[in-house]
């Protein structure tokens, strides 16, 4: 694994041009490499609140191991590479490839609900094909939801933000993710270890979010509890019927009662999965991630 270049103070060598994300994690810039021209993404620790000096040094730290895990990572295709890292005004900082494209969350809002199977398939198919390179280096995202994915022009998706990221089985301290597309394991601290089964989790959230615009076991409205509804009745009657066995499975509450990995999942899939040189959906999401299998075969 190669050594991340340190640059010391970012701005020497980058300009930022303005915020793109703001996340618990960072916050998102789009910058620019002053030699070169190249545009760049970096991703800069929050600022100083007015909580101790400790607490700032941690975060820092805790970007600095983000950093680690996607160096881990180097050489899958979706995933942005890691530049180097530096210092932006005592703030540590990633400098990464910059992705061109939209958020698959805001592709879905002019869109939703997605009811063309060929479409649900191939976004819910690219993103396995990505988990099943991050799972194959005993990695697990832990925050999967559209906002961190990037449909790029062509169709192609990039999944972004490692900062939840685990290693497989390793102990959690403390809860990790986003409320409504995190698992229930991911709730709590988990002893025993987070799985690949985490991210399928998410998964199924974001098929339900495309399908019928709604998280389980309440979504975004309250922290999830055993016994509460995976979806209203009226929700689960418009679930599409070539995804609805694998969608509910998907996002069982308990972690051995979902899919075994992505290979599963994308079996399922693969009936749907738009043949080469088929034609452009009627309704296609912009970009369309249907190109991506219209153009190529599948990896898996």
């Known amino acids: ?11 020497e060598r980058y300009e930022l041009l303005g915020m793109v994300g703001d996340g618990g994690q960072g916050d998102l810039f789009l910058g620019r490499d002053v030699r070169s021209g190249v545009k760049r993404a970096l991703k800069l620790q929050k600022p100083r ?16 191991e ?21 210092t932006y005004r005592r703030r540590r900082c990633l400098v990464m490839e910059f992705v061109e494209g939209r958020q698959l ?14 479409t649900v398939a191939s976004v819910i198919g690219q993103l396995c094909e990505i988990l099943r390179e991050v799972h ?32 497989e089985g390793e102990a959690t301290e403390f809860e990790r993710g986003t409320l409504g597309w995190a698992s229930p394991e991911q709730s709590d601290a988990c002893p025993s270890g987070l799985t690949r089964r985490v991210d399928i989790f998410g998964l199924g959230c974001i098929l339900l979010e495309m399908t019928v615009m709604r998280l389980p076991y309440g979504g975004l409205e309250e922290r999830a509890e055993r016994g509460c509804p995976v979806l209203p009745a009226d929700l689960l009657d418009k679930l599409p019927p070539e995804f ?27 009936p749907y999965l738009p043949p080469i040189s088929s034609r452009r959906p009627s309704k296609p ?10 153009t190529r075969p599948p990896r898996m």
Request: glycine share 6%.
């Open 66 to 86: 983000e950093g680690s895990r996607m160096m881990r990572l180097t050489g899958i295709r979706a995933i942005p590479e890691i530049i180097a890292t530096g």
């Open 1 to 11: 694994m190669k050594e991340i270049e340190e640059i010391g103070d970012v701005e």
């Open 285 to 294: 999401l912009r970009p369309d991630p249907t190109e991506y299998y219209r």
């Open 105 to 118: 969350q805001d592709v879905l809002l002019a869109a939703r609900p997605v009811r063309y199977p060929g």
């Open 49 to 64: 609140n007015l909580g101790p000096e400790s607490e700032f040094f941690s975060a820092g730290r805790d970007l600095l």
């Open 136 to 167: 194959d280096r005993n990695l697990v995202h832990c925050d999967l939801k559209p906002e961190n994915v990037i449909v790029q022009p062509d169709g192609c998706l990039r999944l972004i933000d490692m900062g939840f990221a685990v290693m």
């Open 244 to 270: 609805a066995s694998l969608a509910l499975r998907m996002v069982r509450w308990e972690p051995d009662e979902r899919p075994a990995d992505v290979h599963e999942v994308f079996d399922q899939l693969r």
